[in-house]
């Protein structure tokens, strides 16, 4: 039996819809590890679905690591108001201190690390999550990381 606290856990813990949440531990008979996983394929589903969509609206964020390393990032989404959101610009944020720590060499790498802050989690599986939540395409434009006494 599915109690109001178990999907109201799921949602806190995977900043999913209560809505989706409840479906999801419904189709999993109440095994959050499944539920977890069913929530994870959604947004994949609606992260490929809403990637055909134009990204012409966005932020460029910066992220300074003690005075010797700094991230430039360009983070694209579909609308001015959606580039206003705190949460977005909050995932721009943990994107570009991604970057400062990992340091990956391009796009593609970035999106298949792993989350510095969940290892059960990649940046893609990431942006996925932003997507389903936020309800728009959001796409990693470009970025550049300065290192103090790289030359590039």
């Known amino acids: 039996m599915l109690s109001a606290q178990d999907v109201a856990q799921l ?59 700094g991230v430039l990032l360009e983070l694209s989404c579909e609308s001015d108001f959606v580039a206003k959101n705190a949460e977005f610009k ?20 970035l999106l298949s690390e792993v989350y510095i802050k969940d290892e059960t989690v990649t940046i893609k599986n990431l942006i996925d999550q932003a997507i389903q939540r936020i309800g728009e395409n959001i796409q990693i434009k470009r970025f550049i990381r300065y290192e103090l006494g790289e030359e590039n």
């Open 11 to 69: 949602s806190l813990q995977t900043g999913a819809g209560v809505m989706v949440c409840k479906t999801a531990l419904e189709d999993s008979n109440g095994d959050f590890q499944k539920a977890k996983e069913i929530l994870a394929a959604n947004a994949e589903a609606i992260a490929k679905k809403k990637s055909e969509r134009e990204a012409k609206q966005g932020i460029v964020d910066c992220s300074l690591h003690g005075g010797k390393i």
């Open 90 to 109: 909050d995932l721009a944020h943990q994107l570009a201190m991604q970057i400062a720590s990992m340091n990956p060499q391009d796009v593609a790498e």
